[in-house]
């Protein structure tokens, strides 16, 4: 891998030449990682070198204070309660994500807010995320390799303009996929 496009976050030290990915977003109630809440999780989890997806999982998180969440955040997460009806507390959550992911290396489209708020719910929950100490944030790799000609570029923009099929913009899922998908095709081409 190169370690370029890497951001050191606290973490694990492995061989990362032949580690799973998983790329990681997160849906939640706002940006403040020590105020606001994850309600949604989305995995793609993937081998190296081919880039084949060996799993995706997805997952709505029941927020504890909703009264703490900024309005704007819920409606763009899409955030309702009959979507969120069968939802899972956090620390369920935490439980299967901490064993998906154990020895991966996380990736994501600007990956530090969701590390910010992982790392929360880490401490929150008891369940810890054996990542490498390493992340991949898709979006500066992505800088880098398109020398973003065009100016600032979000998830969805830069899908669109790579003919990537993104689904629901700000679902955790569809969002993990779009960020895999240009992963893939700047690395293969590369």
Request: no cysteine.
């Given at each position: 891998m190169n370690y370029s496009y890497y951001i050191a976050?606290?973490?694990?030290?492995?061989?990362?030449?032949?580690?799973?990915?998983?790329?990681?977003?997160?849906?939640?109630?706002?940006?403040?990682?020590?105020?606001?809440?994850?309600?949604?999780?989305?995995?793609?989890?993937?081998?190296?070198?081919?880039?084949?997806?060996l799993e995706t999982w997805e997952v709505k998180i029941k927020?504890?204070?909703?009264s703490e969440a900024d309005p704007d955040s819920l409606k763009i997460?899409?955030?309702?309660?009959?979507?969120?009806k069968d939802a899972i507390?956090?620390?369920?959550?935490?439980?299967?994500?901490?064993?998906k992911v154990k020895e991966t290396v996380l990736a994501g489209w600007n990956i530090a807010t969701d590390y910010a708020f992982l790392d929360a719910a880490t401490a929150k929950t008891g369940y810890p995320l054996v990542f490498h100490k390493r992340v991949?944030?898709?979006?500066?790799?992505?800088?880098?390799?398109?020398?973003?000609?065009?100016?600032?570029?979000?998830?969805?923009t830069l899908s669109k303009k790579l003919a990537i099929t993104t689904g629901n913009?700000?679902?955790?899922?569809?969002?993990s996929k779009a960020c895999f998908e240009i992963y893939r095709k700047l690395k293969l081409e590369s």
């Open positions: 976050m606290k973490g694990k030290e492995f061989d990362t030449e032949h580690a799973l990915i998983s790329f990681i977003d997160l849906e939640m109630t706002g940006l403040e990682a020590s105020r606001h809440e994850i309600v949604e999780i989305g995995l793609v989890k993937v081998s190296q070198p081919n880039l084949d997806i927020p504890e204070r909703l997460s899409g955030y309702n309660e009959e979507e969120w507390s956090l620390k369920e959550g935490m439980a299967t994500l901490s064993e991949l944030d898709v979006n500066s790799y992505a800088a880098g390799k398109l020398d973003y000609e065009w100016g600032s570029v979000g998830l969805f913009h700000h679902n955790a899922l569809s969002d």
